[in-house]
């Protein structure tokens, strides 16, 4: 039999050691594969993301970009998209940054951050406040306010960190919405962590149950918690069982993610 060999790189993206942040599979591709096969093969690799990209040939960016999860093709995926940009900017010292152009979220950039960082920029998506009875009785404890933004995220803000990562959610009841992200929030006060502000993410409707770091949520995360710390920046911990910190800077319509990433794994995918 011949096979098609296709390169394959699995980074755990905002993380500084292997087996924390958030894995993730990217593919450079000559040309797109069939939609059915782009999911069969993210089915395969079973990771939250496999980022697909090829070149760009429309000249507003370096490559385009798409992202699956083991269910669905997703409209925004922030740790694949900065693990895509460590790979290709891995491969390409002399490069600062590269561009990347997607379907329904603009075109993305990340760039080098230091001497191992990276700073990604992904759309604000800011949250507006909205009563979610379902959704708190889902997700348990006690919030304090709820927010949802029209993209698919609700937002539920609790009033400590060790309310957030005591929460046990019924992921059934949550998935019966959908592709929805829901991101449990609160202030880092106290927590080991260290950070300004902790998060938790559910994804259980797009195949994911608990997301352990989400960059598109801090595309939610960053306006509101902006807002309500009364500065532009701050530092955030995502408290899944890998757990990743992001660094978040609000900058108008978009927001500014940044982080590092570790490659665990380098091989071909034969089909």
């Known amino acids: 039999m011949s096979w098609r060999r296709f390169p394959i790189t699995q980074v755990d993206a905002f993380a500084d050691r292997p087996f924390a942040g958030n894995p993730a599979a990217v593919m450079p591709l000559d040309e797109w594969l069939a939609d059915d096969v782009l999911q069969a093969i993210a089915a395969e690799n079973n990771l939250a993301e496999t980022a697909f990209l090829i070149p760009d040939e429309s000249g507003e960016a370096d490559y385009e ?95 400590d960190a060790a309310s957030v990562r005591a929460l046990d959610p019924d992921l059934r009841a949550l998935s019966v919405g959908g592709d929805i992200l829901y991101i449990a929030t609160a202030p880092g006060a106290g927590d ?59 900058d108008g319509a978009m927001v500014e993610l940044s982080g590092t990433c570790v490659t665990t794994l380098v091989g071909e995918f034969l089909l």
Not at 96 to 113: E, N, Q
Not at 207 to 217: L, M, Q, R, Y
Not at 227 to 239: E, P, V
């Open 65 to 159: 970009l798409r992202w699956f999860t083991p269910g669905v093709e997703v409209a925004l995926c922030g740790h694949a998209t900065l693990a895509s940009g460590h790979v290709l900017l891995s491969a390409a010292p002399w490069r600062d940054d590269m561009r990347f152009r997607t379907r329904k979220a603009g075109i993305l950039r990340v760039a080098r951050d230091g001497d191992e960082g990276y700073k990604m920029a992904l759309p604000a998506y800011p949250a507006a406040p909205k009563p979610l009875p379902d959704f708190v009785k889902a997700m348990g404890g006690k919030p304090v306010e709820t927010l949802w933004h029209d993209g698919g995220y609700a937002l539920i803000v609790y009033p």
């Open 192 to 250: 080991p962590s260290g950070a300004e502000v902790v998060s938790r993410c559910f994804v259980p409707g797009a195949g994911i149950d608990e997301d352990p770091v989400t960059g598109s949520a801090h595309s939610v995360l960053t306006p509101y918690w902006s807002a309500r710390l009364g500065r532009d920046r701050f530092a955030a911990f995502q408290a899944s069982k890998r757990g990743g910190h992001v660094g978040c800077r609000a």
